[in-house]
């Protein structure tokens, strides 16, 4: 399915948008760590994921994330091999100045705290941010009108990568999250694979994603603020 945020954000705002930037360096960090904490940081129930790509080397540049929010304005997150950067890109009369004066001092914040947590916590921090990327990869799909298959398989991807993280399995709420997510399983398991997800199915998948995610950003706020 066309993507057709991702399009205008390629073929016009990266030419003709002002746009604010910042960088953060890594340090004490490795790459993939800085940029799913940035992910974390930039991300609100207000922002749609249009566009992720991932490397696979932790200590490399290449990840790179472009959100767009309901202010009409995008975001994009991008690890380089030096520094981290983040855009904000705003139309004719907007600010990026948020990015300056809350998501870098917060992200900075955050960056010490994750520092000296134990391994194990940061993995599972990590791990809950794979399945907050999930879930909106799962949204982005829906509201591209995407196929049964791929919806069923993101649902399953979040659903599974939930399963192993303690930190998520054991908080308040967790079970209302997994059995949401098994129900949707079933209910796209049993639509042909290769049609577009149904329009009467939309809103209230969304909506379950929509609480979902409001529950998991809460979660793993928490974890990063002490």
């Given at each position: 399915m066309e993507n057709r945020l991702l399009n205008e954000f390629n073929n016009k705002i990266l030419s003709q948008w002002s746009f604010t930037e910042i960088k953060v360096d890594y340090s004490p960090l490795n790459h993939k760590e800085l940029f799913e904490l940035a992910y974390h940081t930039c991300n609100s129930i207000a922002i749609r994921n249009i566009s992720i790509k991932l490397?696979?080397?932790?200590?490399?540049?290449g990840s790179k994330a472009i959100f767009y929010s309901n202010t009409k304005k995008?975001?994009?997150i991008e690890a380089l091999d030096d520094v981290l950067k983040i855009n904000k890109y705003f139309p004719e009369g907007g600010t990026g100045d948020k990015l300056i004066n809350d998501i870098k001092p917060k992200l900075e914040t955050r960056k010490l705290i994750f520092s000296a947590k134990e391994k194990d916590q940061k993995t599972q921090i990590l791990k809950s941010?794979?399945?907050e990327r999930k879930i909106d990869e799962c949204a982005n799909l829906v509201m591209l009108k995407d196929i049964n298959r791929k919806i069923y398989f993101a649902i399953g991807d979040a659903r599974e990568s939930?399963?192993?993280?303690?930190?998520?399995?054991?908080a308040e709420g967790a079970s209302l999250v997994q059995l949401a997510l098994n129900k949707w399983m079933t209910t796209t398991q049993n639509l042909d694979q290769e049609k577009t997800f149904p329009e009467s199915l939309v809103p209230g998948l969304l909506k379950n994603?929509?609480?979902i995610k409001r529950w998991l950003l809460k979660l793993i706020s928490v974890h990063l603020e002490k």
């Open positions: 490397t696979q080397d932790e200590d490399k540049g995008f975001i994009s941010i794979l399945v939930a399963a192993v993280v303690p930190m998520f399995m054991d994603l929509t609480q």
